[in-house]
């Protein structure tokens, strides 16, 4: 199987109302993995849906491999697709064994090959011994996995995956993951992975597209979009942050913690974005707060401080081991760059 790119342009879709997809437009590169990550109710299913064929868009194009499924003329049948789709339940037919809910859906001549059950298995990092196992002897995660072999069975060119880890426990979720990419890099599947987990987008894909109110609002690599947001709407999506109203000249910022280093160069009113790890305790000199609460979480812990002499209530993500205590005054600072953007005028 050649990997194959997915190309979707200006695809525009509504259930009768209001667009849930509003002109999106997205490439994915052969063999890559991009998270489609966004609200409940952003339109993530539905991109998957029109990505599969089940539903008809009334405007926009989807092309892979060169090849066009969908426009204005065309909506290729879904089984004519090369597409693999796994659910977030799973949805293995509870009548038939592993074996059969594999081979369910291949060829007739193909499915008396239960031989190649067992290296699909091993792809998905389960034992060829649960062959004969009914899905309600399976656990969360070995159904997961049976699914994701079952939709690789057909060599589809594109996976797509509709937050098939969500219903597992935090373990399982990262074993199954895990061993949801590699089966996927072994086969060079090109993967689209919906969630609403900023975690497992990061962690998952090469590419984090975010959507809200069936838009894109940033496409890019998983460092991009936690580090250089294009809204702060995506910013607080992927991660808490701060918005401090500041002053910008150039490539500083001056704002409640003083003048800070910007990422990019900025002029006027903005808003200075800090993410709690950037926010740095030591002996109290200089800048200090008052830390109002410790939230431990065993390897690190979310400190809310008061900054003195101001309004501004700060959070630090600090190592667990050193986290203060409340009531504890303590000094405070950024010295890592920040982003900004620009603040919107009150009238
Ligand atoms: N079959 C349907 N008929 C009518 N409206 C629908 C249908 N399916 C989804 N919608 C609506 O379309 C919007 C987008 O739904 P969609 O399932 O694509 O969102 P989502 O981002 O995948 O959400 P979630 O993370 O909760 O699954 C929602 O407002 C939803 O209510």
Redesign the pocket.
Known sequence: MTAAGITISDLTFG???PP?LDRVSLQVRPGGTTAVL????????????ALAGFVRPTQGRIEIGGRILTDAQLLVAPERRGIGYVRQDGALFPHLDVTGNILFGLPRAERRRTSQVGALLELVGLSPSLARRRPDELSGGQQQRVALARALAREPAVVLL??PFSSLDTALRAATREATLNALAERGATTVL?T?DQVEALSFADQVAV?FD?RFAQIGSPSEVYDAPATPQVGAFLGDTMLLPGLAYGRVADCDLGKLDLAEPATGSVLVMIRPEQVVLEAPSGLTARVVSVAYHGPDAMVRLDLTGTTTRLVARVPGRDAPHPGDLVGVAVPSQVRSFPQPRTA
Do not use: F, I, N, Q
Request: net charge neutral.
């Open positions: 259930y009768g109302g849930v966004g609200p409940s109710g952003s339109g993530k299913t539905t991109l998957l849906r509709d937050e919906v609403h959507m069936g």
